[in-house]
């Protein structure tokens, strides 16, 4: 028997089927109807940012932000992302803007820093410097409190990771690599395409020797000759 939830998102997945709590965009575990997913649907209705937040917290610009045009525009990874920023920083949402300064960015810092490591803590001072930025043109803050505040350096004796395939590397790899894999590394390799923008690509972005895409991260055009032909 199948049946609809109502504020539930269905996404599908390198052929897996996952849902999401439309608004929070927090995924769901479970199958629909299952006692563990609707129990994550309450909490998520019950943690979700309001829009009736007390004026002058950071709940209020928060809440506004994700109503706008420009939260809205963000691609759906991207929402998800900022999402998980704002779920925690739901604690604060009735902090009142008069008491937010560099000092209180700092100590959200470290806290993101302790829970969760240096890349979600500085993706938390991006996050809040954008919506920031965002409510200051529209009069919820003179300034941008997180402007300036440093981000979590990376210690020096950490292991470098994701390092840049050297020449040789690159061509044994590409060698050695089959069917769809294979084309996926050259268009990445030779084009400098995002992997996002590989996956996404359409046989009509080629034509007259070059491909002509939209980038899916910045949304800007690229026009890239094809030498490789």
Excluded at 44 to 63: C, F, H, M, Q, Y
Aim: glycine share 8%; with cysteine; aromatic share 10%.
């Amino acid at each position: 028997m199948n049946f609809r939830i109502r504020g539930v998102k269905k996404v599908r997945a390198k052929g897996r089927v996952y849902y999401y709590h439309r608004k929070t965009m927090i995924r769901l575990p479970g199958l629909p109807g299952s006692t563990a997913f609707m129990d994550a649907i309450a909490r998520a209705e019950r943690n979700k940012i309001e829009p009736d937040v007390l004026p002058g917290t950071l709940g209020a610009i928060i809440s506004a932000y994700r109503a706008s045009p420009e939260f809205r525009s963000l691609r759906e990874r991207t929402q998800r992302d900022y999402q998980n920023v704002l779920n925690f920083l739901a604690p604060l949402m009735q902090l009142p803007l008069t008491e937010v300064g560099p000092r209180q960015i700092y100590e959200i810092r470290d806290a993101a820093f302790e829970r969760k490591k240096r890349r979600f803590a500085n993706y938390v001072l991006q996050v809040l410097s954008r919506i920031f930025n965002w409510g200051k043109s529209r009069g919820f803050y003179e300034g941008n409190p997180a402007e300036g505040v440093e981000r979590v350096r990376r210690p020096r004796d950490s292991k470098t990771v994701n390092r840049r395939w050297t020449d040789a590397e690159f061509e044994t790899v590409l060698t050695n690599a089959k069917g769809g894999l294979r084309l996926g590394i050259a268009l990445g390799g030779y084009l400098g395409f995002r992997l996002g923008d590989v996956l996404s690509l359409q046989w009509n972005a080629y034509q007259d020797g070059a491909f002509e895409i939209r980038q899916r991260k910045t949304g800007e055009s690229l026009w890239v000759p094809c030498t490789m032909i």
